[in-house]
């Protein structure tokens, strides 16, 4: 199999998309299927950590050269519960309400993989919402934009008014933490190569 330096994205989330382009990273997307079950009894840490290698390993094998593929994955952990992204309004509704008043914790895990070679890091952030007033969790969904969101909330978008305060990684919230990420594409000499571009 011949190789390659072109960095592949194993995601079709337009997050993390842009916030590889906020870095000045050039990419090829590969988009994977892979499947979001969280297997009895696993950690929230070890679920997003083994889904974005699950992605990356995906990414790679669907390739037909060798090349460096970054996969990520990012769940809201609310009391031990992973929250991802929601299946439906009332799904949507029941999370936010979770959230409403309190802390949370949003986990990012990012994967490299290059042929048998393979590193990951995690992200791990605080977030804490205001409490949600009354009709703001409907109007927010009605907004269209928790649906495709882990814990049903974007922090880049209309949900930043729920946010009190973060300490941790804001890349990381929105789905690609680019302290990490950068670590790795620097681990494996792709981030020159990717810039260079
Ligand atoms: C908490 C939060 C999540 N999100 C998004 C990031 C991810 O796209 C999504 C979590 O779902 P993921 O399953 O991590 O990713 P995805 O299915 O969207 O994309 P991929 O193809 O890479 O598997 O939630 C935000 O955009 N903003 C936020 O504040």
Redesign the pocket.
Known sequence: MSRSRTLYLA???P??RELLEQIGVHYTVC?VAVS?RVNPGEAPEEYVLRLALA?ARAGGAALEVQAPVLG???A?VVDDTIL??PRDRADALAMLARLSGREHR?LSGVALVEGEREESRLSVTRVRFRVLLPGEAEAYWASGEPA????A????GR?AVFVERIEGSYSG???LPLFETAELLERFGVADAAARR
Not at 148 to 151: C, E, I, L, Y
Not at 153 to 156: D, K, L, M, T
């Open positions: 995601s079709s989330s997050r993390r988009p979001e992605k990520a994955d990012t809201v991802g992204k949003v495709d969101k882990a814990g909330y974007a922090i880049q949900a919230v929105m789905g």
